[in-house]
């Protein structure tokens, strides 16, 4: 099967945060057929070493099928959290766009995937 390479951010968008000295990364699929591009793909084992240079002690994963999301926790990737830290992002806030940039091999024909960005009539 031919496959294209995209950033992560073509399939998914994201949100991230902290908890303490831990940070969670949230990804959500545009479609279901992302998400079951997701659920194979975008292993535990596969955020942990895109964030190696943070050094994690643990990357857990955890589904959320029903709004198309996986949720990852890095533990102890803050370098201490918010009032311990020296980095410039304490909280973890721009972790989930890093991740979104992560360039993925999608299969060539991923339209089912993308986006719908049909204009929707205005609401009355």
Not at 24 to 32: H, P, S
Not at 47 to 58: E, G, I, R
Not at 63 to 79: C, I, K, S
């Amino acid at each position: 099967m031919a496959t294209t390479r995209v950033p992560l951010s073509v399939i998914a968008h994201g949100r991230s945060g902290d908890k303490g000295n831990h940070s969670n990364i949230a990804v959500l699929a545009y479609t279901d057929a992302g998400f079951v591009w997701l659920r194979k793909h975008l292993t535990a084992e596969v955020v942990a070493a895109y964030f190696a240079p943070l050094d994690p002690s643990n990357v857990e994963r955890f589904e959320a099928a029903n709004v198309r999301g996986l949720n990852f926790m890095l533990y102890d990737a803050l370098a201490g959290g918010a009032s311990r830290s020296l980095r410039s992002d304490t909280q973890g806030k721009t972790l989930a766009l890093a991740l979104l940039q992560m360039a993925i091999d999608v299969p060539a024909d991923h339209t089912a995937m993308l986006r719908n960005l049909t204009p929707r009539p205005p609401s009355l």
